[in-house]
Antibody, heavy 121, light 107 residues
Framework: EVQLVESGGGLVKPGGSLRLSCVAS????????VHWVRQAPGKGLEWVSS????????YYADSVDGRFTIYRDNANNSLYLQMNSLRDEDTAVYYC??????????????WGQGTRVTVSS | DIQMTQSPSTLSASVGDRVTITCRAS??????MAWYQQKPGKAPNLLIY???TLESGVPSRFSGTGSGTEFTLTISSLQPDDFATYYC?????????FGQGTKVEIK
């Protein structure tokens, strides 16, 4: 069974940092592109960042570019999001997700349960 | 960035109704459109990908059509489990964008 389990969320002050983790199981993690998508309270879904299977390609939303860093550790089936210079508007539930198929880039076929990040003084 | 305009934002319907949700892209995305269902407090769930392909395990009452800039998600006969929020998403570009969501409520 495919599973994605996020952790690392919490309360942080504006300007602070946080690192989110997503541990994958039930599939060959190194074969899939993976993503971070967030959802602010009461709002819709917002794509944050994507990383290809071998880390050759990395993409960020304009809203986080220069502040967030996505990376992965295929040996440990893990995806990370290092978040620096956090702002109030980064408050959200952060989901990790996996492409539904191995080849190319595709829709998100599997999602984690999410981890909540609150940025507040 | 490609903008996705989804309508309506809220839809009131009864069990058994046929429901249609529309999503318009600001530029052509060919068939690179996905639809997700999300229930409160839960992660989204993929329903349709590549505009019209039903994800495995998704009931056949869900269907998707469209290409270019105009897309629809149809639920042929609304069931109690279908009351949720639905999102469209383009993935032609590596800067993904989602529609603002359509909440399907009980009439």
């Amino acid at each position: 069974e495919v599973q994605l389990v996020e952790s690392g969320g919490g309360l942080v002050k504006p300007g602070g940092s946080l690192r989110l983790s997503c541990v994958a199981s039930g599939f060959t993690f190194s074969s899939y592109n993976v993503h971070w998508v967030r959802q602010a309270p009461g709002k819709g879904l917002e794509w944050v960042s994507s990383i290809s299977s071998s880390s050759n390609y990395i993409y960020y939303a304009d809203s986080v570019d220069g502040r967030f860093t996505i990376y992965r550790d295929n040996a440990n089936n893990s995806l990370y999001l290092q978040m620096n210079s956090l702002r109030d508007e980064d408050t959200a539930v952060y989901y990790c997700g996996r492409d539904r198929q191995r080849s190319g880039w595709s829709a998100v076929g599997y999602w984690g349960q999410g981890t909540r990040v609150t940025v507040s003084s | 960035d490609i903008q996705m305009t989804q309508s309506p934002s809220t839809l009131s319907a009864s069990v058994g109704d046929r429901v249609t949700i529309t999503c318009r892209a600001s530029q052509s995305i060919s068939v690179w459109m996905a639809w997700y269902q999300q229930k409160p407090g839960k992660a989204p769930n993929l329903l349709i990908y590549k505009a019209s392909t039903l994800e495995s395990g998704v009931p056949s009452r869900f269907s998707g059509t469209g290409s270019g800039t105009e897309f629809t998600l149809t639920i042929s006969s609304l069931q109690p489990d279908d009351f949720a929020t639905y999102y469209c998403q383009q993935y032609i570009s590596h800067s993904w964008t989602f529609g603002q969501g359509t909440k399907v409520e009980i009439k």
